[in-house]
């Protein structure tokens, strides 16, 4: 089901609340072996678990898209 949803994931790689290793890169790349192609994973470099409010305000770069017009740009299909 996963492997068809758009997923915008974030993930502080100092993490110690839900340790990164285990984290979201896991489900990351499980998704990704699965198939799917609709899944963002950006990391946070020296960012702990609280995230939240760099990943909100996130404006975007080369690599990533602007969190907020991501998620409203999404839709049902």
Known sequence: ???NTPIYAFHGDKDTTIPYKTGTPVIYNR???????????????DGGHNIWDKAINFEGDDTYPNTLNWLFSQKRS
């Open 1 to 3: 089901v996963l492997k």
């Open 31 to 45: 998704i990704k072996e699965a198939g799917g192609n609709k899944i963002i994973f950006k990391t946070y470099i």
